[in-house]
């Protein structure tokens, strides 16, 4: 039976009925964009993000181009961000012309290394974007001290962190200057198309981001300040109010999963348990580490459940094979990127992102997944690897990059 990574189907299923008459309620009132429907969202958003202020815009991306063009930041302006993320990052700092200045990740979590973000500082630093990746938050309480010393704001990526909490229980996106979050269909809360929001505890921050949305319009036809079309349709905000209340539910689904693959992997004998960092015999697949576990339900949401293999590129081939669907996030780091060439980054700088770009694998982790098909994986998955641990003589070094990691 084929495994896909992902079946939006089961979900849109599960509240068709719902999601049917939201929709409907949208085409007969003719309220395309913002409007009521986005006004709620925005509403109940704010409060399961316990944030003062949430904003509807037309992407995570947007989100944070938006953030960054409240921020005034433009030519001249170093912005810091992980190399290892998703592309809009770093993207949104180049389009206004700033500097992205890239920083290597924490070999556990895989977000940004905090000792390194300050190593990077620069009078010229104008912003700090953490990205809280695959549903885990990045050192928050490190970097909100280092904000405060060097008086930069923080931009928080929050795009596949909707609800996940510190370990003392704040939810993300609503302890930095900014939050950017993505309703794009494989987030956790997923749109019809594209969404995103926007979030702030600062009123006058808010009002700005509001203007930004719009053009910089305010009032109509007078625009104070440069802005652009960053409006949520109405029709996404009808469908993820129907969504929202499930969030919860999903997060748990999706924790029960992790729990259940790492407990047969290591019943497997393939891995010593979550935050090895070192490829041996017993740990041919190196698994997530929910850092802080149990001090908050939803201090990992897993976005993604994202192991590592030395034999990264073969054992994916052997898994589509097999029918069973994987993804690479991400396969290049920013600083390897063609279109960041001119920035002349030292790749001996970014020893643990090359090595994740070269060993990471997203396996299904979706809430409605069904169990047997985790058993298929971790079946699958456990045999490739004892097989190929036959093949070699010694520890399976990464034979991606060619590295044991420390
Ligand atoms: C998805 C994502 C974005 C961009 O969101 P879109 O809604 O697709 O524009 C930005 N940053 C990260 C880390 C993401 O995963």
Request: proline share 6%; net charge negative.
């Amino acid at each position: 039976m084929p495994v896909p990574l992902l079946d939006l189907k089961i979900q849109y299923q599960a509240l068709k009925t719902e999601i049917d008459a939201a929709l409907f309620r949208v085409a007969e009132s003719q309220a395309c964009i913002l409007g009521p429907e986005v006004d709620a969202l925005e509403r109940e958003l704010a409060t399961y993000l316990d944030v003062k202020h949430a904003i509807g815009v037309s992407s995570g991306t947007d989100a944070l181009l938006m953030a960054m063009m409240a921020l005034n930041i433009g030519p001249g302006d170093e912005v810091i961000v992980p190399t290892f993320s998703f592309f809009a990052t770093a993207g949104c700092v180049a389009r206004l012309n700033a500097t992205p200045v890239f920083v290597d990740v924490d070999n556990i979590t895989y977000n940004i290394d905090v000792e390194l973000v300050r190593k990077a500082i620069t009078p010229r630093t104008k912003a700090i974007v953490p990205v809280h990746l695959f549903g885990q938050a990045a050192d928050m309480d490190a970097l909100m001290a280092l904000s405060a010393e060097f008086n930069i704001p923080i931009i928080e990526d929050a795009a596949q962190a909707i609800g996940t909490q510190t370990s003392d229980g704040r939810r993300v996106g609503s302890i930095g200057h900014i939050g950017c979050f993505s309703f794009y269909p494989t987030k956790n809360l997923g749109a019809f198309g594209d969404g995103g929001l926007v979030t702030t505890n600062d009123d006058a921050m808010a009002v700005r981001l509001k203007q930004i949305r719009n053009h910089g319009m305010e009032p109509r036809y007078y625009h104070k300040i440069m802005g652009g079309n960053f409006r949520l349709d109405a029709m996404q905000g009808a469908v993820l109010r129907v969504k929202l209340p499930h969030l919860p539910s999903w997060h748990a689904a999706r924790r029960n999963n992790a729990a259940l693959y790492t407990k047969r992997f290591m019943e497997a004998g393939v891995s010593s348990g979550p935050g090895a960092t070192t490829f041996g015999p017993h740990d041919l697949v190196l698994l997530p580490k929910v850092i802080h576990e149990g001090t908050s339900a939803d201090n990992h949401i897993f976005n993604q459940f994202t192991i590592r293999s030395a034999h990264r590129n073969a054992l994916r081939t052997h898994l589509a094979e097999l029918g069973i669907g994987s993804e690479i996030y991400y396969p290049v780091p920013f600083h390897r990127q063609e279109c960041f060439a001119s920035l002349n980054c030292n790749d001996e700088d970014y020893p643990i992102s090359n090595c994740l770009a070269a060993t990471v694998l997203a396996l299904p982790i979706y809430p409605e997944l069904p169990e047997s098909h985790i058993h298929e994986v971790v079946n699958a998955i456990v045999a490739f690897e004892k097989s190929t641990l036959e093949h070699t003589s010694e520890c399976p070094d990464c034979v991606e990059c060619g590295t044991t990691l420390a």
